[in-house]
């Protein structure tokens, strides 16, 4: 019986989700891996103990979060390998040396001095533990400057040539490819919603925890200071990264309008160039005929948006499509990309990137202790703080029982935010799998089955499923109990000199 699914499209479904499952762990890890790095700077600095056990227990948090991200990655190779063959061959040359950086370099210092950071507790000098975190953090951004810079490529390919004899691209600049200006614009803004993510995967734990103390189910003081500690932490980090976020998206907007302007027009659903283009708010699509069926818009904002004037014309989908199909041969459909999954993935990954960004905003103003608010309702270091939206009246109870609900409910909103990005960002460039290079019909691996990819996505779907449970089962064990308090800081700097007493000793796993 012959499938009415075509080949690539199997194959893109299998991508697509191994990607977005993927993508799941590593904004986290690497915000949460940079905050961690921040509790144990401010233990070492301080010798508060509350820093301390706040990094011992973020610091369990994140090691679940590594270990599921190495996995799920391991994934990505494969499905890579087998229905990727004809794209590998194509620009494996170029897109291989960033990935052989990655690996060679950032997965390297992240997996050794994890170990060291694990095991060196009480093994090394509080400076060199602490630099153990900090080279783990350093490394998690090496390793996604690296992945970045490679799909930079596939959106922007620079720095290659294509060899007329064998017809597949060489690199001839590996710095071009490094240093492009859509890597530079990308990885900071990944970056910075990494940040967001983390933090918002913090302040939901320690709302958690808060709300308990609030309620009187939490009584230890210890645990109060540092769930508090680490809720201040989240929320100034959340609104720093998320002003960093929009400025940078801002600016990755700009670059995609230029390099990219397809991706962009589909993203405000503007069907044909306009001079001044509007800004779409809420649009229904009639990609049949062409145009929008209904459709609110904020006139000349796009332009602005693009080209920082309110009059400069913006290309829309339509005339970009008849531009590539008088180019590259077809017709306008075949250079159209879906339509409603880039103008709905755009405009949800800003809900919920932004939605975060707002909870901290507000949260601070919340939680603020001092200055403004009236000394009778000021609370210790170790004591849940008032949630007051005056400075000399309390809020209802009703109010501040979801002021702590709204952090825990949207605790995942980055992780909802980083997905819609990608989709976004992938999708958009369709059906280019290497922008104006390759198109994705052609990067499949036609030796491989339907049958055989259909086995290979049902097989890793359901990993991927009991990884989840397994994933979230390990989160909530781990996070329920908060940090344990009785656990003593190391009193002293142990020397780092061998001790024959040491040698017969099993290494004792920190957690």
């Given amino acids: 019986m012959e499938l009415a699914i075509a080949h690539e499209t199997i194959a893109r479904w299998q991508f697509g989700a191994t990607t977005v499952y993927h993508f799941l762990f590593v904004p986290l890890s690497i915000g949460l891996g940079a905050l961690v790095a921040g509790l144990e700077t401010a233990w070492v600095r301080t010798g508060k103990e509350k820093y301390f056990h706040a990094t011992k227990f973020w610091g369990k948090l994140l090691l679940i979060n590594i270990a599921m991200g190495v996995v799920t990655g391991l994934f990505q190779e494969f499905q890579f390998g087998m229905n990727w ?14 990935l052989a950086m990655e690996a060679l370099i950032a997965f390297m210092f992240e997996s050794v001095f994890i170990g060291l950071w694990i095991f060196g507790w009480h093994r090394l000098p509080k400076k060199v533990h602490l630099a153990t975190i900090w080279i783990v953090t350093i490394g998690s951004f090496l390793s996604a400057y690296f992945i970045l810079a490679a799909n930079s490529f596939m959106q922007h390919p620079v720095g290659y040539k294509i060899n007329p004899a064998t017809g597949r691209a060489q690199l001839t600049d590996i710095w071009a490819v490094l240093f492009q200006n859509t890597t530079l614009v990308v990885v900071f ?129 339509n005339n970009r499509a008849d531009e590539q199909a008088r180019q590259f041969g077809g017709t306008r459909a075949d250079y159209l990309p879906n339509i409603f999954m880039t103008y709905w993935g755009f405009r949800l990954m800003i809900f919920f990137g932004m939605t975060s960004f707002g909870i901290g905003l507000l949260g601070l103003y919340l939680t603020r202790r001092k200055f403004w608010v009236d000394p009778a309702y000021r609370t210790g270091e170790d004591e849940p703080p008032n949630l007051m939206i005056t400075n000399r009246i309390r809020t209802n109870p009703f109010f501040t029982k979801w002021s702590w609900r709204i952090a825990i409910l949207t605790m995942g909103f980055p992780l909802l935010a980083n997905s819609f990005g ?68 190391p009193s002293k700097d142990p020397t780092m000199r061998f001790n024959p007493e040491d040698q017969d000793k099993p290494l004792a796993f920190a957690y």
């Fill in 85 to 98: 063959s004809n794209y590998s061959s194509f620009v494996g040359d170029v897109f291989g040396a960033p």
């Fill in 189 to 317: 803004h990944t970056l910075a919603a990494s940040f967001i993510t983390g933090a918002a995967f913090m302040m939901g734990i320690a709302a958690y925890h808060l709300w308990k103390a609030k309620k009187g189910k939490e009584t230890n003081r210890k645990k109060i200071g540092a769930m508090r500690a680490s809720l201040k932490l989240a929320l100034i980090t959340a609104v720093i990264a998320g002003i960093l976020t929009a400025l940078s998206g801002d600016r990755l907007a700009k670059v995609m309008f230029q390099q990219q302007p397809m991706k962009m027009a589909a993203a405000e659903a503007l069907w044909d160039t306009q001079a001044p283009a509007p800004f779409s708010i809420f649009s229904v699509g009639n990609v049949n005929k062409g145009r929008n069926d209904i459709a609110l818009e904020v006139p000349g904002a796009l332009s602005f948006l693009a080209k920082s004037d309110f009059s400069s014309p913006v290309p829309g989908i």
């Fill in 422 to 489: 990608w989709i976004f960002t992938e999708m958009g460039r369709q059906p280019w799998v290497v922008y104006h290079l390759q198109k994705t019909a052609f990067g499949a691996s036609p030796s491989v089955s339907t049958g055989e990819q259909i086995t290979s996505l049902v097989a890793l779907s359901v990993v991927y499923a009991i990884l989840a449970v397994v994933e979230v089962g390990l989160l909530v064990k781990y996070s329920k109990p908060g940090p344990d308090v009785d656990e003593r800081p």
